[in-house]
Each structure stands twice: as structure tokens, then as C-alpha cells.
């Protein structure tokens, strides 16, 4: 397994942990159904945004690669004999949350916590989740102090403040739990947890009423290529439509991918292709619309690729994009 699926399926599990766990000692029903929804959406967005962007071949990945475990087990090795740095006994203590072996993250985490002083709000607030996992009344106590230290150096961190309610609320807390989950939803955490905090507020007695939906935007776009460069393209090469911010460089706004064989091609952006869940199609009154062949089949454009663009207004239907041009 190679390093970029050893850090794919920690951030993945991280997620998982973070949400996944506490709720599923939670027994009412809406809790469970919500426990369910996240336990796809996350797996399953990683997966659609992966397909967007990877260019890995699965039959070029070796045989021989070692498994998590050994890699796992080489770092500990290697950390007994020279000792390490912070970063890399972190790096340790996530690789055990993620393989569920919690005991063992604890006193990882606690030697981090030392190293750092005590001073790091990100350390602390590891240190408090992998007390929780291990033993849930920690909450109570020890994390309970980690995560109030943690939340007095960084109060708007979103970890710290999940962790930060759930643990006031493992207390009897519930005002404390209320203005920390209160805090979270102001930095407008991902759907599937947002709605995880107002449920959980609703136990408690406080109702928050879910955000409106903003309308969505579907901009139908028919796009064609040249006959002179449709005798270059190779069906097989990956099509990327984007949308993007004019005069804005980074990741696009909203994204599709299709190959080349499926030209010409009818598509439409909307919400369901935003690449970051605060990004809203609506709140654009302009927006650059990109169709590219890639030749590598990387999303990032590559001297050679095909590519055609337009200017998006907003509300005035179809659009025409018509791929005549050359990466230089």
C-alpha cells in the first residue's frame, strides 16, 4: 500500500472516528440514521473526488508493497532507535486512532503532549480524542482538561470544539455544550456534521433550525471539438469540464470528468459537482467554464492537452464550448 493510501484511508478513518464513534453509542433513531448517512457520504465523496482528479493506474501498483501494518511497524522501530521529532510520533499516535488500536495511541500522544510542552491546541485536542476512544469517562476528566486547555489557546478550532461539547455534555454541561456546538456551526463544518451537531443539540433540549437550501444552479453546457484536433485526440484521454472563478487561480469551483470518446457531449454543472461544501454556484455572477483533454490524465493542464473556454453569466442558459486550442 502505497504512502498516498496509507494518508487517503487515515483521513478517511479520522472523519470516521470523529463522528462515527460517539454516535454509535447514541441510541435514539435519528442519531443511528444520521450515523448511517455519514458512515457512506464520507467514503463515498472521497471516492467521486478521487475519480475526478487521480491519474493512478491500479495494475501499475507492485505486488510487493508493504501493508499499513508494516509500515506502521517500521516507524515504530525506527522511532525506538533514534527517538524521532514531535510530527513523527504524531504521526505514530494517528497511524493507531486509524487502525483502532487506541490503548496505544494514548501514551504516544501523552509523550507528544510532553514534547510540545503541553502548548499545542492541535496536540491536545489528538491527545483528549484518543483518551475518549480508549475510555469514554476520560471525557470527563482528563480530556475534559485537555480539551478546555485546548479550546483557551485556539477557541475556534472544529475538532477541538466537537470533542469540546461532547465532552461538557459527558458532564452534565449542557449550556457549555451548547455554545461550543453553537461556535462549530458558525465555521460551517461539512452538511453531514452540521446536521450531526444540530441533532445532538436537539437532545439536549436546543433547536437549531437547519440552514435554507440554496437554490441550485444547473448550467447545461454542449460541448464539441474541433475537427482538427479530433483527429489528434486518443478516445481513452480523460475530458475534465470545469467551472471556475475568473482571474482565480486553485481548484476549480465545480468539476465533471468524462473521456474523450464521449464527445460530443452534453453535461451540466450544478451543485452536486462543487469540489468544497461552502462553495456556492449561485453566489457567482460570472464563471469560467473550461473543457480540457488531458493527454496525461491529470486534472492540472499539461503543455499539449486540448481545451476550449467560455465566460459564464449567470442565468443565461446554455452554454456552447467548442475545444480549438493547445496547451503550450
Known amino acids: 500500500m502505497s504512502l498516498f493510501w496509507m494518508y487517503a484511508m487515515a483521513l478517511l478513518l479520522a472523519v470516521f472516528v470523529l463522528v462515527f464513534v460517539p454516535l454509535s453509542r447514541v441510541k435514539e433513531k435519528g442519531a443511528r440514521r444520521t450515523m448511517m448517512a455519514i458512515f457512506l457520504i464520507v467514503p463515498l465523496t472521497a471516492i467521486l473526488l478521487y475519480q475526478a482528479f487521480s491519474n493512478y493506474d491500479p495494475e501499475a501498483t507492485g505486488a510487493g508493497v508493504d501493508p499499513v501494518e508494516d509500515m506502521v511497524a517500521g516507524l515504530e522501530s525506527r522511532l525506538a532507535r533514534d527517538g524521532g521529532s514531535a510530527a513523527e510520533w504524531s504521526m505514530l499516535g494517528r497511524s493507531y486512532v486509524t487502525m483502532g488500536r487506541f490503548q496505544e495511541a494514548v501514551p504516544v500522544y501523552a509523550r507528544v503532549n510532553e514534547m510540545t510542552n503541553g502548548e499545542d491546541p492541535g496536540v491536545l485536542i489528538a491527545y483528549a480524542e484518543s483518551l475518549a ?117 486553485g481548484p476549480p469551483l465545480a468539476v465533471v470528468r468524462h473521456v474523450a470518446s464521449d464527445l460530443p457531449l452534453s453535461v451540466e454543472l450544478s451543485q452536486r459537482n462543487v469540489m468544497l461544501a461552502n462553495t456556492v454556484l449561485a453566489d457567482y455572477e460570472e464563471l469560467r467554464l473550461v473543457a480540457r483533454i488531458s493527454k496525461s490524465g491529470s486534472p492540472g493542464a499539461q503543455p499539449g492537452d486540448f481545451f476550449g473556454e467560455v465566460l459564464y453569466r449567470t442565468g443565461s442558459g446554455a452554454v456552447d464550448l467548442l475545444i480549438d486550442q493547445v496547451v503550450p
Open 133 to 249: 476512544l480508549a475510555d469514554r469517562e476520560s471525557l470527563k476528566h482528563q480530556g475534559a482538561e485537555l480539551l478546555d486547555k485546548a479550546l483557551s489557546i485556539n477557541p475556534m478550532d472544529a475538532r477541538g470544539l466537537w470533542w469540546g461539547g461532547v465532552s461538557a455534555m459527558e458532564r452534565g454541561d449542557d449550556e457549555l455544550a451548547t455554545r461550543r456546538w453553537r461556535e462549530l456551526l458558525k465555521l460551517e463544518p461539512p452538511e453531514a456534521l452540521a446536521k450531526t451537531v444540530r441533532e445532538q443539540l436537539s437532545r439536549i433540549g436546543v433547536q437549531v433550525p437547519a440552514p435554507a437550501r440554496t437554490q441550485a444552479v444547473g448550467i447545461p453546457v454542449e460541448i464539441e471539438i474541433s475537427e482538427e484536433l479530433a483527429q489528434q485526440v486518443n478516445p481513452n484521454m480523460v475530458l475534465y469540464v470545469f467551472a471556475r472563478s475568473p482571474g482565480v487561480a
